[in-house]
């Protein structure tokens, strides 16, 4: 697929420091993320959304067997995705990269044995379109695995009140470029109306508090950096201003030092078959 796509709507953007973030992510979530993914009976799967390869990393690694064919419709992410899975030792000829709209598929039908999407429908204007897609590309017996966000979740204690204005407009601007925060919640319809069969979901949460301080600290970093990752675009769009995101930034170093803070986030994990 040719086309030109450097800048389609997209809340985080596609900036440096923005790509490590998706290799941090990866890593920080991959215990509770990879927990009840199987792809031991795959040998040759689809990755939609595939980003820079950080969860391409993660796939290769748990399942030594496996071939990824990973799809994003950013030369950007798939240019640091080439260079990151390159430079690993155990990914060698075990992994194609392609330009590809993921509504819109150049693949025959029944390509692929399994397929794992990851924060990616959250951004897609029709993730129905998506998943019918995907549907078509499996064989039979073929299994999906899909991550998704639900923002509604989101909880911090000391409460933030700076924080929650940012959230508010950085969920609104989501929705507005055309993608979903509540995705997650709606997963297991979206299976069902296609056609998929054994559709399962599961609420997986990060409820952090003093019983693991070291995660609840590392956790608050990450979702700084996840929460900064718009504030240029919200800033541009008039959404909040730069004193709103000084604010909040402030607001989330003192959650990050109380030693009574609470963080809570829950996100859902999706499977189903195709037959
Ligand atoms: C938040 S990133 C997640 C990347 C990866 N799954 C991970 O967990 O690290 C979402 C990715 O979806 C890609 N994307 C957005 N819309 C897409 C579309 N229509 N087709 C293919 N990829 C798309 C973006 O370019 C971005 O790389």
Redesign the pocket.
């Known amino acids: 697929m040719t086309t030109k796509t450097s800048d389609?709507p997209?809340i985080?953007g596609f900036s440096s420091t923005e790509q490590e973030r998706?290799r941090k992510?990866?890593r920080f979530s991959e215990q509770i993320v990879y927990r009840d993914i199987d792809f031991s009976h795959a040998g040759n799967i689809l990755e939609?959304?595939?980003?820079?390869g950080?969860?391409t990393e993660v796939l290769l690694r748990r399942f030594p067997d496996l071939h990824i064919t990973g799809?994003?419709?950013?030369e950007k992410?798939l240019a640091a995705a080439s260079a990151n899975l390159a430079s690993l030792p155990y990914t060698d000829g075990r992994y194609q990269l392609q330009h590809?709209?993921?509504?819109n598929m150049g693949f025959k039908p029944r390509s692929f044995d399994g397929a794992f999407l990851?924060?990616?429908l959250e951004?897609?204007p029709n993730p129905l379109r998506v998943l019918s897609e995907v549907r078509r590309v499996l064989q039979p017996g073929a299994r999906v695995f899909i991550t998704e966000v639900l923002n509604s979740s989101f909880f911090l204690d000391p409460y933030s009140p700076n924080l929650n204005k940012y959230w508010v407009a950085f969920n609104d601007h989501q929705l507005e470029v055309g993608g979903d925060p509540f995705v997650g919640a709606k997963l297991g319809n979206m299976l069902l109306a296609l056609g998929y069969r054994d559709v399962r979901t599961e609420v997986k949460t990060w409820h952090l508090d003093n019983r693991n301080p070291d995660k609840r600290q590392e956790i608050i970093a990450y979702w700084t950096e996840l929460l900064l990752s718009a504030a240029d675009q919200l800033i541009q769009k008039q959404a909040v201003t730069a004193e709103l995101v000084e604010k909040m930034t402030d607001e989330l170093k003192r959650v990050q030092s109380d030693p009574n803070a609470v963080f809570f986030y829950s996100f859902v994990q999706a499977t189903a078959t195709v037959y």
Do not use: E
């Open positions: 389609f997209y985080h998706l992510q990866a939609v959304g595939c980003g820079v950080a969860q799809i994003d419709f950013s992410q590809m709209d993921a509504t990851c924060w990616v951004h897609v």
